[in-house]
């Protein structure tokens, strides 16, 4: 039979594994803009990405369930057909983070996005 000391330890240890196995496995995908993602597009193809960027004006077409993403330099479409939830607050001008993997097709690149969440607009408004 261990000892009350070793069982602690042992205890430790596995809780220590359990969490060091947690961060290195679920570890979050760094989040790139528009621009970086697509100076080095080539390297993130069929891969797993997240983005954050603003929604062009007019770009959201509910019908193709699609929007464009600006950059400084690029523009990226969004499609967000099987992103679950979306909230109400996906509009124009409106910076967006989108989770999904990184597509090309006739040398058009776009998300196919899983997770798609917008800032809260009435976070940043003045109360009155």
Same mark, same amino acid.
């Given at each position: ?26 570890? #979050?995908? #760094? ?89 809260? #607009? ?7």
């Amino acid at each position: 039979m261990l000892s009350y000391r070793n069982r602690l330890l042992l205890i430790g240890g596995v809780v220590t594994l359990a969490v060091l196995g947690t961060i290195f496995l679920q570890a #979050p995908q #760094p989040t790139l803009t528009v621009d970086e993602l697509m100076d080095e597009r080539d390297k993130h193809i069929d891969s797993e990405v997240a983005v954050r960027g603003e929604i062009r004006d007019g770009s959201i077409n509910e019908s193709t369930m699609t929007f464009i993403l600006e950059g400084s330099e690029y523009d990226l479409i969004v499609h967000y057909s099987n992103a679950g939830s979306i909230s109400n607050g996906l509009g124009d001008n409106r910076t967006v983070y989108a989770e999904g993997t990184l597509r090309t097709y006739d040398g058009t690149f776009f998300i196919e996005a899983d997770v798609i969440k917008t800032s809260c #607009p009435s976070k940043y408004e003045e109360q009155v």
